[in-house]
């Protein structure tokens, strides 16, 4: 009975988990639509998730882009549809590794961020002076995050999606001997807007995801130093598997026939 037993606690673990994600997601969302609301952490926020994170996202779409056309077209031309691969670029750039790649780094970057500041909040017991001021946490620390990860993630995938394409281009202009203006003419016939907005529904889950994950585990940390640590890499970890798991049923829902 002892492997049952295991499998048992693991499978309650897991359900416990699972509802304390579930009231937290219920109270943060609660929060974001009544009143008050702090425009100036909000302000704060955006700029450490938005604009810090643009190195990083530009980079790592850029050169995406341009390992992306240089393996279509050695995939394509076994077939000799090299002409494709303007076309494979712009849809895969838009539809997925735009969002998907934003999604990763920005995880790894601001969600083991958000789960270290607040957990470090918590075991030096800030947030309970918060509370003891009759300042909300939620509201204070939660709500400004999970707004600024809405608002900011689906800005940083626009970029992202245009620096992949761009890199794309140069690669298939320069490396790969294409016509500038064929290729160009190739990647707006094929481009439709619901290969944007797509990608752009993605980006916004994936940021609520994101912020929700690193606030959730630096909320409930606890035991020293060692506790934080493990909060960081649970958020960064959760919020990666969510954001894969994610993308296969909003493409469901947006391209299942």
Known sequence: MNPLAAIGRAFLAFLAATGRIGLFTVSAVS????????????????????????PVVGLTTLFSGMVLALQSYTGFARFSAEGAVATVVVLSMTRELGPVLAGL?????????????IGTMR?????????TLSTNPFKYLVVPRILAGLISLPILVLVGDIVGVFGGYLVGV????????NYLS????????IDVISGLVKAAVFGFLISLMGCYHGYNSGG???GVGLATTNAVVSASILIL??????TEMFFAR
């Open 31 to 54: 929060h974001c639509v009544r009143p008050p609301i702090y425009p100036r952490l909000i302000g704060r926020q955006l700029i450490e998730i938005g604009y810090y994170s643009l």
């Open 105 to 117: 780094m920005v995880a790894g970057r601001i969600g083991a961020s958000m789960a270290a500041e």
């Open 123 to 131: 075991v030096t017991e800030q947030i309970d002076a918060l509370t």
């Open 174 to 181: 320069n490396k790969l001997g294409f016509n500038a203006g």
């Open 186 to 193: 190739n990647t707006w016939e094929f481009l439709e807007a």
């Open 224 to 226: 020293g130093a060692q």
């Open 245 to 250: 798991v994610s993308n296969y049923a909003i």
